[in-house]
C-alpha cells in the first residue's frame, strides 16, 4: 500500500511541475511577443528551474538571447539542443535557429553546416534553403577579402625590402665615396633614393581606402536586399 502511494504522489508532483513549467514558458513567450527579451529570459529560465530537461524552455530561452544579440549563448542553446533530440522536426528547428546565431557573428562556414543540417531533416524549408545561399555568398566574398588584403600585405612587404635594400645600397655608396660630411640642401630627406614621396604614399593610402570603402558598401548592399530570413518562432 506504501509503494502505491508512492507513486501516487511522485505523479502528482510531476504533474504540478510540468504545470509550473507551462505557466513560466507562457509568461515567457508573452514578454517575448512584446519585445521584452530580457524579462522573457527570466521567465524561460523559471521554467528550467522547475524542468531542467524542458526542451520548450531551452528553445525559447535560445531565442531570447538571440534577440538580445546573445549570439554565442545562442548558438550553445541551440548546440546542446540538437545533441538531446532526434525528431526531424525539431531538428529542423534547432538547426535553423543554430545557422542563425552563426550567420550573426560571421561564422559563415558553421553556418553553412547548420542550414544543410536543417535542410536534411525538412528538405522542404525554402528560409533555409534562402539563408544558405547568402550564407555561402558571404563566405566567398569574405574569402575574396582575405585573398585581396593577402596580397596586399606580401606587396607591401616586399616595397619594404626593396626601400630597405635601396637605403642599405646607398649608405655605403655615400661611406665608400666619403660623403657623409657634405652639407645636404635645406629640406633634402636623407635616403630618399628609391623611395616615393609623401604626395605619392598618401594617394596610395587613399585609393587603398577607397577601395577598401567601395568593396564594404557593396556587402551591405547585398545584405539590405538579401535579408537572412528571420528566427523561428517560439514553441
Same mark, same amino acid.
Given at each position: 500500500? $506504501?509503494?502505491?502511494?508512492? %507513486?501516487?504522489?511522485?505523479?502528482?508532483?510531476?504533474?504540478?511541475?510540468?504545470?509550473?513549467? $507551462? *505557466?513560466?514558458?507562457?509568461?515567457?513567450? %508573452?514578454?517575448?511577443?512584446?519585445? &521584452?527579451? !530580457?524579462?522573457?529570459?527570466?521567465? =524561460?529560465? @523559471?521554467?528550467?528551474?522547475?524542468?531542467?530537461?524542458?526542451?520548450?524552455?531551452? =528553445?525559447?530561452?535560445?531565442?531570447?538571447?538571440? *534577440?538580445?544579440?546573445?549570439?554565442?549563448?545562442?548558438?550553445?542553446?541551440?548546440?546542446?539542443?540538437?545533441?538531446?533530440?532526434?525528431?526531424?522536426?525539431?531538428?529542423?528547428?534547432?538547426?535553423?535557429?543554430?545557422?542563425?546565431?552563426?550567420?550573426?557573428?560571421?561564422? =559563415? *562556414?558553421?553556418? %553553412?553546416?547548420?542550414?544543410?543540417?536543417?535542410?536534411?531533416?525538412? #528538405?522542404?524549408?525554402?528560409?533555409?534553403? +534562402?539563408?544558405?545561399?547568402?550564407?555561402?555568398?558571404?563566405?566567398?566574398?569574405?574569402?575574396? &577579402?582575405?585573398?585581396?588584403?593577402?596580397?596586399?600585405?606580401?606587396?607591401?612587404?616586399?616595397?619594404? @625590402?626593396?626601400?630597405? &635594400?635601396?637605403?642599405?645600397?646607398?649608405?655605403?655608396?655615400?661611406?665608400?665615396?666619403?660623403?657623409?660630411? /657634405? #652639407?645636404? #640642401?635645406?629640406?633634402? #630627406?636623407?635616403?630618399?633614393?628609391?623611395?616615393?614621396?609623401?604626395?605619392?604614399?598618401?594617394? %596610395?593610402?587613399?585609393?587603398?581606402?577607397?577601395?577598401?570603402?567601395? /568593396?564594404?558598401?557593396?556587402?551591405?548592399? !547585398?545584405?539590405? +536586399? !538579401?535579408?537572412?530570413?528571420?528566427?523561428?518562432?517560439?514553441?
Amino acid at each position: 500500500m $506504501r509503494f502505491i502511494l508512492l %507513486i501516487l504522489f511522485t505523479a502528482c508532483t510531476t504533474v504540478a511541475l510540468a504545470q509550473a513549467d $507551462r *505557466k513560466f514558458i507562457r509568461k515567457g513567450n %508573452i514578454e517575448f511577443d512584446q519585445d &521584452q527579451f !530580457q524579462r522573457a529570459e527570466i521567465e =524561460y529560465r @523559471k521554467a528550467l528551474e522547475k524542468e531542467p530537461g524542458s526542451f520548450r524552455a531551452d =528553445y525559447n530561452l535560445g531565442n531570447a538571447l538571440y *534577440k538580445q544579440k546573445q549570439f554565442e549563448a545562442a548558438a550553445t542553446k541551440y548546440g546542446n539542443l540538437v545533441e538531446k533530440d532526434n525528431k526531424p522536426a525539431d531538428l529542423n528547428r534547432f538547426y535553423y535557429n543554430l545557422g542563425n546565431a552563426f550567420f550573426e557573428n560571421k561564422k =559563415y *562556414k558553421e553556418s %553553412i553546416e547548420a542550414y544543410k543540417n536543417a535542410l536534411r531533416n525538412d #528538405p522542404g524549408d525554402m528560409d533555409a534553403k +534562402h539563408n544558405l545561399q547568402l550564407a555561402l555568398r558571404m563566405l566567398n566574398e569574405m574569402n575574396q &577579402q582575405q585573398n585581396k588584403n593577402s596580397q596586399s600585405d606580401n606587396k607591401d612587404q616586399q616595397n619594404d @625590402k626593396k626601400d630597405q &635594400q635601396n637605403m642599405d645600397q646607398q649608405s655605403k655608396d655615400q661611406q665608400k665615396e666619403g660623403n657623409d660630411n /657634405v #652639407p645636404r #640642401p635645406e629640406n633634402q #630627406p636623407q635616403g630618399a633614393k628609391g623611395r616615393i614621396s609623401r604626395e605619392d604614399a598618401e594617394r %596610395i593610402l587613399q585609393a587603398l581606402e577607397n577601395e577598401e570603402k567601395n /568593396v564594404m558598401k557593396k556587402i551591405q548592399d !547585398q545584405k539590405e +536586399h !538579401q535579408q537572412k530570413s528571420p528566427l523561428d518562432k517560439n514553441w
